[in-house]
């Protein structure tokens, strides 16, 4: 992954664009705001309005991910974590490729930061369990199983580029649409699908339903490959190894966002190609799901999740660029700022830090929390409490110059 201080500013401007760092930093925000509980908001019903409560509905759906189909603002971390991966590499090859390195010194750097990502990923994983867990469908594995690949696209031209996504997905689906259907008496629930699922498709669609597709028959075999407390059936949210092949389409697209920002062209040409990629990446990820050619699922990346995703990227980050680099309208952005210039510390963060200080918060402050706040607001206050000391943390980062780059 790039570190934020590695990009330079856009070919036109002596400056850094905030907008990558702000955007990094709300994407981190909403994975560490996690410990925040906004779930237990659907607990307020005693006393509350219906229009509140449909707002605590609203809030909680977009601080969760849906359940297979669909997306919601929670569903984008990931992808807009892939995305600015792609859109960082843009500048970090031109700046190395000027100072005059080597490809071949630029791959094996490549290479070394793939194998970190994905040794990182499992390490976080693993941590409380045993003994190794080997899983490779978080989000630091998944980018570091295609970023040495991504590597080697840095360099080619925008249809290039354009080619290699449409590529990408094409294949994806079908591979997936080349494995067989599900057998009308598949046992769903060996599989841990619950007999109430509602999610299933029906016809074509059910190429991708959960756990009964492609990527969940690779990783029966794929994970049994290595040391297991029992063997591999199943995951039971759905997710899959297979999925950093459309994730590095999703790397892609972000490449092709930093391309059109290194390019000397005026702001209001870069704003219609940045809305014309969002708007064809949207209109074609809708037509897939709604006719049933490919439903749009994050869990296993389906290339309608790929371009739906994509698309939103585009729109967002053009939003942030417009205001912070173009408008240079940066007063509001220190907070995000802290957290995105330094991503790799917020991620590990939220995995060793979040229990232990959790716990000293209720050890030696849980009576007082009891006594102010009702019992669905306790966790959310304490989540609160976390998150601020996580931010100071960070801030103290970044006012020492400490950054964490791999």
């Known amino acids: ?22 955007y990094r930093g709300m994407v981190m925000f909403l994975m560490l705001a996690e410990v925040l509980h906004w779930n237990r908001l659907r607990e307020f019903k005693d006393g509350v309005s219906p229009w509140i409560q449909s707002v605590f509905e609203w809030v909680s759906f977009h601080t969760s991910h849906v359940e297979w189909r669909g997306c919601s603002l929670h569903d984008m971390i990931q992808p807009s974590f892939s995305f600015l991966v792609g859109t960082s590499l843009a500048f970090s090859y031109t700046k190395r490729v000027a100072s005059g390195q080597s ?10 930061r793939s194998l970190i990502l994905i040794f990182l990923g499992v ?28 590597f080697m ?28 259907l599900p057998a009308s008496e598949f046992d769903y629930a060996s599989v841990g699908v619950p007999t109430t699922w509602t999610h299933h498709a029906d016809g074509f669609g059910a190429h991708w339903n959960k756990n009964s597709n492609l990527a969940w028959a690779f990783d029966t075999w794929w994970m049994n490959l290595f040391p297991r407390e029992k063997p ?5 949210g759905g997710y899959s190894t297979l999925s950093f092949v459309p994730t590095l389409a999703t790397m892609t697209l972000g490449l092709i966002a930093g391309s059109l920002l290194r390019q000397e062209m005026s702001e209001s040409s870069r704003s219609f ?18 006719f049933g050619i490919c439903p749009i699922v994050k869990r296993i990346w389906t290339p309608s ?36 210039a330094n991503s790799i510390a917020a991620y590990v963060m939220s995995w060793t830090l979040e229990k232990p200080t959790h716990d000293a918060i209720e050890r ?16 959310m206050l304490t989540g609160a409490i976390t998150l601020a000391l996580f931010w100071c943390i960070l801030r103290w980062m970044y006012r020492q110059g400490i950054f964490v780059r791999i």
């Open 1 to 22: 992954m790039v570190a934020a201080s590695e990009v330079p500013a856009a070919c036109s401007k002596n400056r850094r664009l905030a907008s990558i760092d702000v």
């Open 103 to 112: 490809w071949g010194k630029m791959f094996l750097h490549a290479c070394w």
């Open 123 to 150: 390490f976080l994983r693993s941590l409380g369990k045993p003994q190794t867990n080997f899983t490779f469908d978080d989000t630091l594995t998944q980018i570091g199983l295609g970023y040495w690949i991504l």
């Open 153 to 180: 696209l840095a360099s080619l031209s925008m249809r290039w580029l354009i080619a290699t996504v449409a590529l990408i997905l094409l294949l994806t689906w079908g591979a997936f649409v080349a494995f067989p």
């Open 232 to 236: 591999f059936l199943f995951s039971g």
């Open 273 to 290: 190609y940045f809305l014309i990629a969002a708007a064809v990446c949207l209109s074609v990820a809708w037509g897939l799901d709604h």
């Open 305 to 340: 999740w790929t371009l739906w995703s994509g698309g939103l990227c585009f729109v967002w980050f053009l939003a942030l660029h417009w205001l912070c680099d173009t408008q240079e309208f940066t007063k509001w952005t220190y907070f995000w700022t802290v957290i995105g």
């Open 364 to 379: 030696h402050f849980g009576a007082l929390l009891d006594s102010i706040a009702v019992e669905p607001v306790q966790p």
